[in-house]
């Protein structure tokens, strides 16, 4: 086998995004240097995507090829568009190469939605996985912890939140090199009795299982470093999420409007660039570049609508990353090592 057919192959979606096909595409020029051993198929419009790759001057690059999208899938349009409408939308030609097997994974900042029911239909999940899940990367006191289901599903079954803690547990032995991930479940209080009618029944099963369970994990405490893995249904995961980017960023921005109130301070602060800046990193989500969604028969790596070329290239990364380590087959190996367990469990709902 030559050197060619051994290249990990990656599809990225050219249109998805605030910034596309700009953004994606100089983003995806740094990842061609980067990743020699990846091929790309990028999917777009191919009359909008030439001045960018003459631009960026990977037009002709022997690791490229293009694959043509008629259509863009907006942010502000439902999810199951690009299954009934927009059939040839970028989102759907890449769930498609997936499923041909032309590629082994895609990579697209695009419609969050879109993109699962896309693949969900398309690639369809994992043996034993009814429904796939995000897992967002997220900082706390000593390190990172997952965050898993991160908006991909908003209505949860008891049984959705048991397959997502087995996922989370694999995701966070390759992610955060944790050989025994602690999991635990999102809650209100941290005592056994406290939760919601769906959560209640998800701390007895996840107690039963063969896992690190460390039971219920307010979101305060998930920061001080409770856990490696954070279970919660998409709703609740999502507003998380959303409540933790925004509030980075208001930080950020009220830390330089109190330095700039005196110059003392500025002062104080240009002495301090290297502190800003490794604090600026940990919770800057364009270093992760974007979250898996776990569960799907195939790697998809979905980025935020505001990626910039930074968190597209990581994003890229992060799909080799997932081909490399096996992640699909490290789930479905956990999956059958737990399959009598919850299966068991599962009847309990």
Same mark, same amino acid.
């Given at each position: 086998m030559d050197q060619s057919e051994t290249k990990m192959q990656i599809a990225v979606d050219a249109m998805g995004g605030d910034y596309a096909p700009g953004a994606v595409i100089?983003?995806?020029?740094?990842?061609?240097?980067?990743?020699?051993?990846?091929?790309?198929?990028?999917?777009? !419009? +191919? #009359?909008?995507?030439?001045?960018? /790759?003459?631009?960026? =001057?990977?037009? @002709?690059?022997?690791?490229?090829? *293009?694959?043509?999208?008629?259509?863009?899938?907006?942010?502000?349009?439902?999810?199951?568009?690009?299954?009934?409408?927009?059939?040839?939308?970028?989102?759907t030609e890449?769930?498609?190469?997936?499923?041909?097997?032309?590629?082994e994974a895609l990579v697209s900042p695009g419609h969050t939605g879109a993109l699962v029911a896309a693949t969900k239909v398309l690639n369809r999940t994992l043996p034993g996985i009814d429904r796939p899940a995000l897992a967002a990367s997220l900082p706390h006191r000593h390190g990172r912890f997952i965050l898993i289901d991160a908006g991909a599903n908003p209505d949860c079954r008891p049984g959705n939140l048991i397959q997502f803690a087995l996922m989370g547990e694999i995701y966070?032995?390759?992610?955060? !090199? +944790? #050989?025994?991930?602690?999991?635990? /479940?999102?809650?209100? =209080?941290?005592? @056994?009795?406290?939760?919601?009618? *769906?959560?209640?029944?998800?701390f007895k099963a996840l107690s039963d299982m063969p896992i690190n369970f460390v039971g219920n994990v307010e979101s305060n405490s998930a920061y001080e470093g409770a856990c490696d893995v954070l279970i919660?249904?998409?709703?609740?995961?999502?507003?998380?999420?959303?409540?933790?980017?925004?509030?980075?960023?208001?930080?950020?921005?009220?830390?330089?409007?109190?330095?700039?109130?005196?110059?003392?301070?500025?002062?104080?602060?240009?002495?301090?660039?290297?502190?800003?800046?490794?604090?600026?990193?940990?919770?800057?989500?364009?270093e992760v570049g974007g979250a898996p969604l776990l569960g799907i028969n195939g790697v998809c790596i979905i980025g935020h609508g505001s990626s910039n070329p930074k968190a597209v290239r990581n994003a890229i990364r992060a799909a080799r990353d997932a081909i490399r380590f096996r992640m699909n087959e490290r789930i479905s190996q956990?999956?059958?090592?737990?399959?009598?367990t919850v299966a068991d469990l599962e009847s309990m709902f």
């Open positions: 100089e983003g995806l020029t740094r990842a061609l240097y980067d990743f020699p051993d990846c091929d790309f198929t990028l999917v777009g !419009n +191919t #009359a909008k995507l030439g001045l960018y /790759l003459h631009k960026y =001057g990977i037009a @002709d690059h022997p690791n490229l090829k *293009l694959h043509h999208a008629e259509s863009v899938v907006e942010m502000s349009e439902p999810s199951a568009i690009s299954l009934r409408a927009k059939k040839d939308s970028s989102i890449c769930a498609r190469l997936m499923k041909s097997g032309s590629v966070a032995k390759y992610m955060l !090199n +944790t #050989a025994n991930p602690r999991i635990g /479940l999102l809650s209100v =209080g941290g005592e @056994d009795g406290k939760g919601s009618s *769906l959560t209640k029944p998800v919660a249904d998409g709703f609740s995961g999502n507003v998380l999420l959303k409540t933790s980017e925004g509030l980075a960023k208001m930080a950020t921005s009220w830390l330089k409007k109190a330095i700039k109130r005196n110059a003392l301070r500025v002062l104080g602060a240009m002495f301090s660039q290297g502190a800003f800046k490794e604090l600026k990193s940990t919770f800057d989500a364009d956990r999956l059958q090592e737990c399959k009598a």
